[in-house]
């Protein structure tokens, strides 16, 4: 895994890791393959982005497990509404045919 890790840093516009940590991706803190993502990722400094809506304490307890890592939380750990969701799906439905008109 830090071989694979190593030749993402490498490679041009990769910027991070994605982690999804929520309930529904049955994911524990303490999974094996997590521990040998996030010690390559902090041996090659490579941030990772993590996901843990509906499932904060296993994401504050993978953090605190790995205090060499640099993590981004996506959404700040909370879920999104579907009304927000539905409202952004609504304008850029809106801008579709806009943007079309204008090419």
Known sequence: MADVIGDWKKTPGTVGIRIILTKEANRA?????????????ARHDFPVNILFW????AGTALI????????????????????????????????????????
């Open 29 to 41: 803190p303490d999974d094996p393959g997590l521990d040998r993502i996030l010690r390559a990722a």
């Open 54 to 57: 509906g499932n904060v304490d």
């Open 64 to 103: 605190d497990r790995y205090p060499d890592t640099r993590f981004i939380i996506d959404h700040l750990g909370i879920m999104q509404k579907a009304r927000t969701i539905n409202r952004v799906r609504t304008f850029l439905k809106s801008q579709i045919p806009m943007r079309a008109a204008a090419q």
